[in-house]
């Protein structure tokens, strides 16, 4: 190839000095030592010069040590501005060999040899910047036996030679229009595909430009751009660290993560957020930033509606202060549902052959051949989206091995790879195991944020409507000074959602579920009011669609929990097959029945829209949240100890946990007169089985519903809940106590003392107890104890009696040694005094699982309390949950839970943690006191 520019002021500094050193092992031969990340002494490399060791170079005549050292200049001067910079660089650096007395004996021995390399343009006219830099590097007292520069011009034929380098290093440094430049910079087929992805590239940034907001509205005057609406999110790490996530996300992604490069920079992150956070559209955010990126520098225009994407995406990141990325990333982005689909229909299907197919979809022609070339040489982001949209077990599990092998494939080989994954967190696992991935929570937006995001929707709804903007903003600034309100605007959904409502509606909700229920009644009265006899089926017939639209909801959520199709869907026909069931139920006159349900068939797809096409001709809900609004009506309807007996069987399922939250708000907004036997059954969940009561099925419901503000309105039901929450503490802890702990925090900092007073008797009465109780108090309390509130002070007051000079969140020095959790229960399995079949199945158990978890032979309060509070880092066996759900080994694990010592704590508690885990992913939709719901549904939809 001939001479090329390249661009290398998109290296990061630590990017260059990777690059340097990968130039440096390429020029000099094996003799050059590299260092990594921190404090290398002045030095990239060293190298020991001699004539065994130096190839065909300028260096044939060097001998004895010498040091690499680079020099990022990260923005760009003239020429003699560098020099004058660098020459002083380069002084302070050989300033540091020289003794700075005749006593100083701790000058570092200086090099014979010195290679300055740098990004930096110097001029090469006599007295330039180059003989500037030459004449320090001769002239230093150091008296250097040889040098070098290596400048930008340089680097750039160094670049041209060594085309590993430049190959590892072309997504920063391939100049200008860097899809046509692949020739230039790439080999073989992985070159070829370039101007393919060109077009693909601005194709999606297009597609994927044109938004719907996630409320599902249908009117093309509603339809916003992502790049108007676009957020950045807020999120903590597992170590509680604030962040925004896309911003997060996009500097990891300036680093070179390749094996060879990345040292400790993590490349593989897993974003966990509830219904509605924006889980999907953070994907969304990052893949149109590095389309960006890509096409930025077209040499020429593409589309007038692709350079506007540009245009709008590129200002986008400018006002979200967020920078185009330099590692110029190829993104894809996999929906995790589809392929646990495409996996069932072909199980020796790859991650890459599944890419190409999906490149094929949108318009790309290419083989899964020259995709894996492609993959292997170019820098890329793997977007996998919705992990808990795979629900069964099996297609998870396929999900995840076949997610693996890619995941090793690309370690093993090199590739410069970043892999973000999207899920709910109920019912995740640290599945990707071998990604060793960074969890990123979303936390939900503040009263700011959230009325933030809200102005921004309706400056994009009504672009060109400026008269109705100033009206629905009026109304958000008033619903804002209510409390109820902007506690109902905490993720993007719930934002968008509340601004549909403001203009449909005279007042808004006070609970999530009549947020749901409003936004489809608002719907519903806004398509029932148009003109024409679709309006008028939807007036007459609004029982029996309202059935409908349950039946679906419920069958969805069944199906997608049970079958192997992830994303579970309904044929196009099946509505009308509902329609007809229903009025032939009703007893409607056969003659009618036929021409009715087509029309209200008609008047749901054409009006209503709350369930669009997917996959084909089958149908699905389009927003998750709506299709579990549904689900949560339809347990909900029928007699009260029906309606009971079906939430009592959900209540344990982290599947179900939504749905069964709105089911709860619901009944506790149409049955006022049942609200208190409502509680009662909560609390019945405690004492109803041994699982029940171990785990704590009600407390940890009660959890939740606090979470969610139920019965925000009654302050006794409030401390009713409370109460039943604080029992928790009195289980071994598990991750549940963190989200206790902000509960509890809350009502100790309020202005309702005898919630504060509920919350102060638990923690002390706990405190003083011994035991898992104690443990329990601690966990809750963990946190607070440098907090100037009432918490605060709180914590230091329970923290203070069980301390001995060392404060809680200090891990002690030595905890002595790390043993499987069955070594740490020995002694409480020997007392518990087994019988023969019982030892069988403990020793099962045992090999299949106890013996895989470690745990610190004795672990301080701390250790036992992080424990409690983190995700599973090993995955529980095929075998180890089939033990786990038999009735016999559950009772064997309480049994041995219950007996444990308080220094065995941190064992028992993942012991308890893994019986939580596989019973919270246990099937429960066709249980049979769910049997008379959607019962048309199991068996026609996915036969």
């Not at 007699?639 to 399922?653: K, M, Q």
Request: net charge negative; proline share 3%; with cysteine.
């Amino acid at each position: 190839m001939g001479a090329m520019d390249y661009d290398l002021d998109r290296l990061g500094a630590m990017e260059f000095e990777h690059m340097v050193q990968a130039l440096a092992i390429a020029e000099l031969g094996i003799s050059v030592s590299t260092f990594g990340a921190g404090a290398d002494g002045g030095r990239e490399a060293t190298f020991d010069a001699g004539p065994s060791n130096h190839g065909a170079n300028d260096f044939g005549s060097w001998r004895g040590y010498g040091i690499v050292q680079a020099k990022s200049m990260r923005f760009p001067r003239e020429p003699a501005a560098n020099a004058t910079a660098l020459v002083a660089a380069i002084e302070q650096e050989l300033n540091r060999f020289l003794p700075r007395d005749v006593k100083d004996a701790e000058a570092p021995a200086p090099p014979r040899n010195y290679i300055i390399a740098t990004n930096a343009r110097l001029s090469a006219t006599p007295g330039g910047g180059i003989d500037r830099v030459s004449d320090t590097l001769r002239l230093h007292a150091v008296g250097l036996a040889g040098y070098a520069i290596w400048h930008y011009e340089h680097l750039c034929r160094l670049l041209d030679k060594h085309v590993g380098v430049r190959k590892a290093f072309a997504g920063f440094v391939t100049p200008g229009d860097v899809l046509t430049q692949l020739a230039e910079v790439l080999d073989g087929s992985a070159s070829r595909v370039g101007s393919v992805l060109k077009i693909h590239a601005a194709s999606q940034l297009s597609a994927k430009e044109a938004l719907k907001l996630e409320t599902g509205e249908i009117s093309e005057a509603n339809k916003v751009r992502l790049s108007e609406v676009a957020i950045d999110l807020p999120a903590v790490t597992t170590s509680g660290n604030d962040l925004m996530v896309v911003d997060y996300l996009l500097k990891a992604g300036d680093k070179s993560l390749r094996n060879s490069h990345r040292g400790e920079a993590p490349y593989g992150f897993v974003v966990l957020g509830g219904p509605g956070q924006g889980k999907s559209t953070v994907g969304q955010i990052l893949a149109q930033s590095y389309r960006i990126g890509l096409l930025e520098n077209s040499t020429s225009p593409l589309t007038p509606q692709v350079d506007a994407a540009i245009r709008a995406t590129k200002e986008c990141l400018a006002e979200l202060q967020l920078d185009v990325p330099r590692n110029r990333r190829w993104p894809v982005v996999v929906e995790l549902a589809a392929f646990a689909d495409a996996l069932a229909e072909n199980s020796l299907l790859t991650v890459v052959e599944y890419i190409a197919t999906q490149l094929r979809s949108q318009g790309a022609a290419v083989q899964a051949g020259a995709v894996s070339s492609w993959l292997s040489t170019w820098p890329w982001l793997l977007v996998l989206d919705g992990l808990d949209e795979v629900p069964a077990r099996t297609s998870r599990d396929a999900v995840i091995a076949a997610l693996n092998d890619l995941i090793i494939e690309s370690r093993l080989d090199n590739w410069d790879v970043m892999v973000v994954c999207t899920t709910r967190p109920q019912g995740y696992s640290d599945e990707f195991s071998e990604l060793n991935a960074r969890q990123l929570e979303l936390r939900y937006l503040s009263s700011a944020e959230g009325a933030a995001y809200g102005r921004r929707i309706i400056r994009a709804k009504y672009r060109d409507d400026p008269e109705t903007a100033r009206k629905v903003l009026r109304d958000l600034e008033a619903a804002l000074q209510q409390p109820h309100t902007t506690r109902l605007m905490r993720t993007p959904l719930q934002v968008s959602i509340m601004e549909f409502l403001l203009e449909e509606l005279a007042s808004v909700p006070d609970t999530r579920h009549e947020l749901f229920d409003g936004y489809y009644r608002a719907i519903y009265a806004r398509e029932s009011r148009k003109a024409g006899w679709l309006g008028q089926l939807l007036r007459t017939h609004s029982e029996q669609v309202d059935w409908v639209h349950e039946q679906i909801g419920f069958g969805l959520q069944r199906n997608a929990e049970l079958s192997g199709e992830a994303e579970a869907s309904l044929p196009d026909d099946a509505v009308v097959d509902l329609f007809r069931k229903r009025l032939s139920e009703q007893e409607f006159d056969q003659k009618d029945i036929d021409r009715l349900s087509a029309d209200l068939d008609r008047a749901v797809k054409q009006r209503l829209v709350l369930l669009v096409a997917r996959r084909g001709s089958n149908l699905s809900f389009e927003v998750r949240s709506l299709q579990e609004y549904m689900a949560a009506r339809a347990i909900t309807t029928g007699p009260a100890a029906r309606v009971y007996e079906r939430l009592a069987r959900l209540a344990p399922s982290a599947y179900w946990r939504n749905t069964c939250l709105l089911a709860y708000g619901r009944l506790y907004t149409t049955r006022e007169f049942e609200r208190d036997a409502l509680l009662e059954r909560i609390r019945r969940l405690d004492n109803d089985s041994t699982v029940g009561s171990f785990v704590g099925y009600g407390s940890r419901l009660a959890i939740d519903l606090l979470d969610d503000d139920f019965g925000i309105a009654v302050p006794a039901h409030r401390r009713s809940l409370l109460t039943l929450a604080m029992s928790q503490i009195g289980r071994w802890p598990g991750p549940e106590l963190k989200r206790l702990s902000g509960i509890a925090r809350s009502a100790i900092n309020g202005r309702d003392e005898r919630t504060a007073e509920i919350v102060r008797d638990n923690l002390y009465n706990a405190s003083h107890s011994g035991g898992r109780d104690r443990l329990g108090a601690l966990a809750v309390v963990h946190d607070w104890e440098r907090e100037s509130k009432i918490s605060g002070q709180v914590a230091k007051k329970l923290l203070d009696p069980f301390q001995t000079g060392t404060r809680l969140d200090r891990r002690r020095d030595a905890s002595g040694p790390v043993v499987s959790a069955s070594r740490v229960l020995q002694s409480t399995v020997r007392a518990a005094r087994f019988s023969p079949e019982e030892a069988l199945q403990w020793s099962a158990l045992e090999e299949a699982l106890l013996d895989d978890i470690t745990t610190f032979a004795s672990a301080t309060d701390s250790e036992s309390i992080q424990a409690s509070r983190r995700d599973l880092d090993w995955i529980i066996s095929d075998a180890a949950r089939r033990l786990l759900q038999s009735r016999e080994v559950q009772d064997l694990v309480i049994r041995v839970c219950n007996q444990s010592r308080g220094n065995q704590a941190a064992a028992v508690i993942l012991l308890r943690r893994a019986l939580v885990t596989v019973d919270e992913l246990v099937p429960r939709g066709l249980d049979e006191d769910l049997a008379d719901v959607g019962q048309e549904i199991a068996r026609g939809w996915n036969s």
